[in-house]
């Protein structure tokens, strides 16, 4: 104590002197950040620089790719004999749209992977193949660790695009899959499913298909699976549903929705794309419009661009908000795709266009991956809050059913 006392004018000395270089060093440092943080926002200034640049540091996630459908197509579902580090368009042709190495161009940071099944198995053998479709997917995901990580979560999209794979979601493309029991659709919730695309292009017994817009939209047992599709947590897709169905839904969910593949009927008047009074309903509920490359679904012909496909998203953009629109481009699942868009490795391209019509970061990042993630986490907030409510044990009446291929319920005789 003594000692300290006889040195204080040194030590006030050196204090100063300390407080000084320190005061010094922080102004640095704080100058050296803020000219840092400035240079990392502004970016490169190049369109397609710095769409990709944004695409490295923001996840896109694409609502809808085919290519389980297509390895069930090419390679009779035997993934052992399909290397998905080869360029697949010198194996399969021009039609392949989806690989590794043109996935990595693209920047696709997150995918879910379609589980198809044609209508004409309704009825038959639509959920063995449903499960042979989930086989494929849960296979080449792990085939591939170094390159995709399987996700069934928001959370778990993000982590694993933080480590650079591409996040694999699984998303089931059309309600006759489930063969109308609501313990099936439970069971594809457990191997990972985690959208339901109502139907595909025929109806089932409880909802109507695209095209088929002057009868009913959902039946009561449609409405009661929207509630247990709150309750499990499975995101509803309205892609390839009549616009009654869409209406049916958006009235009975309590829980935002998508659209994993559909584009502006205002631009292009087909049945598969989203009218704008259906647009405005989607951002009232918090939802996403995700949308589709098909060239017959943006410029209704055989023919169209990418500048054509920046028209469609601008549009939603314009009539429902930034903050329902996204990416669903249908790769793999079409035979024509955009000038400009051809395959998966062509996303940043869309993403300078779009630069060039001036959009902000903010939104292309919603665009990108935001808005979805955003649906994900709605979806599962929902699933939280109804975690005490019962599952809901309704079945379809056998009236409602084709039982030309079924037995019915026999007691066992052993
Ligand atoms: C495939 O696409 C390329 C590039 O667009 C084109 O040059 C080629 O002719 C196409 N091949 C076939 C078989 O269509
Ligand atoms: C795309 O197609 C539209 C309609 O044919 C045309 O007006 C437009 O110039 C095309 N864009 C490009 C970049 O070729
Ligand atoms: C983008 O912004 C620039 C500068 O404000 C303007 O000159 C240009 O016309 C805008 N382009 C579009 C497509 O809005
Ligand atoms: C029921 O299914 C069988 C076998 O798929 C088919 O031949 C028949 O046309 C179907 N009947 C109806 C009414 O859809
Ligand atoms: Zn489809």
Redesign the pocket.
């Known amino acids: 104590m003594h000692e300290s006392f006889v040195g204080e004018n040194k030590n006030r000395r050196k204090w100063i002197i300390i407080g000084i270089v320190g005061g010094i060093v922080a102004l640095a440092i704080i100058i050296g950040l803020s000219v840092g943080l400035t240079r990392k926002s502004s970016g490169p200034s190049d369109a397609f620089e710095r769409a990709k640049w944004i695409l490295e540091n923001n996840i896109l996630i694409d609502g809808?790719n085919d290519l389980a459908w297509r390895i069930l197509a090419k390679a009779k579902s035997k993934l052992n004999n399909v290397n998905l580090n080869d360029d697949l368009k010198k194996v399969w042709g021009n039609i392949s749209h989806t690989d590794i190495s043109r996935l990595k161009e693209g920047l696709l940071g997150g995918q879910f992977w379609a589980l198809y099944v044609g209508c004409k198995q309704q009825y038959r053998d639509a959920v063995r193949a449903a499960l042979e479709q989930a086989d494929i997917i849960r296979r080449f995901i792990a085939k591939y660790p170094n390159v995709f990580e399987y996700a069934t979560t928001a959370d778990q999209v993000e982590e694993a695009f933080t480590k650079g794979k591409i996040a694999s979601l699984i998303g089931m493309?059309g309600g006759h899959m489930i063969d109308s029991s609501l313990a099936a659709l439970r069971m594809f919730y457990e191997l990972g499913v985690r959208y339901l695309t109502l139907t595909?292009n025929c109806a089932t017994p409880w909802a109507t298909e695209n095209g088929n817009e002057n009868s009913f939209g959902l039946t009561d047992f449609g409405k009661r699976l929207i509630k247990e599709m709150n309750r499990m947590g499975m995101i509803l897709d309205l892609?390839?549903v009549s616009v009654n169905t869409m209406k049916d839904a958006l009235d009975t969910t309590k829980a935002p929705v998508m659209y994993s593949?559909s584009s502006a009927r205002a631009k292009c008047d087909s049945f598969r794309n989203v009218p704008d009074d259906i647009l405005r309903r989607v951002k009232d509920n918090g939802g996403v419009v995700m949308v589709n490359f098909y060239n017959r679904f943006i410029s209704c012909n055989s023919k169209a661009n990418l500048t054509q496909v920046a028209d469609h998203i601008d549009h939603i953009k314009q009539t429902a908000g930034i903050d329902t629109v996204g990416i669903g481009g249908?790769y793999d699942?079409v035979d024509l795709t955009p000038i400009g868009l051809e395959d998966v490795s062509t996303y940043p391209k869309l993403f300078a266009e779009l630069i060039r019509r001036n959009w902000s970061d903010e939104d292309l990042i919603k665009l990108a991956g935001k808005n979805i993630l955003r649906v994900m986490r709605g979806v599962e907030k929902i699933k939280e809050s109804m975690a005490n409510d019962p599952v809901i044990e309704d079945q379809v009446e056998e009236k409602d059913l084709n039982m030309t291929c079924r037995t019915g319920f026999e007691e066992a005789i052993s």
């Open positions: 809808h493309e595909h892609s390839h593949h249908d699942g």
